[in-house]
């Protein structure tokens, strides 16, 4: 029992996670769907990231341009680094990297249920992001890069591709889920409350 501050009325405490969500309404059925959902997004990004980088393979040579419009290209990049082809020639470092990545988002999910979809969906998009450009990285020891913008006169945007951008969308995403929660606000109160 917690006391609200009136002596006539007392307030049940609830155990919540540290975004706030009531883990005592949490189901075996609520957390499959979650499951269930992560998985689905998971499996697209994939899906969509392996057939786009096999369509540019096959009907692009390497560093072969396909324009859109005047700011947009396809173009066959062999992207031997990482992002912004940091680590260029270390992919097996990379590998490495990405696992970790995504074992240590795994062990992060533990920490986020109940779950709410823009999390879950969030998660889904950082690992189908992650897998697909490993894939790549083991079968070929590069990621196919092929999207390419021009932003302004002569600066281009370096070639990303679907699994890069899902990367970007579920990493910007999560952050939101974060702030909206309030997580950031209640880790912010833990590290400055008050000292006994």
Known sequence: MQDNGSPSK???SKETDFVGEDKSKVSPGKYRSKLRLLLIVTA???????LSKLWIRTHLAPRESLPITD???LVNIENTGG???LLANQTFLIIIISIAGLLFILLFLRYLSPATTLSIVSIGLIMGGGVGNIIDRIRLSYVTDFIYFRLWGDFHW?????ADAALTVG????IYYFYKSGAF???YGRDHGPQD
């Open 185 to 187: 606000r209640k880790a």
């Open 10 to 12: 007392l307030v049940t």
């Open 158 to 162: 370096p070639a990303f591709n679907i």
């Open 44 to 50: 697209l990004v994939v899906t969509l990231d392996q």
């Open 83 to 85: 992002a912004f082809g």
């Open 71 to 73: 700011r947009l290209s």
């Open 171 to 174: 990493i910007f995403a999560l």
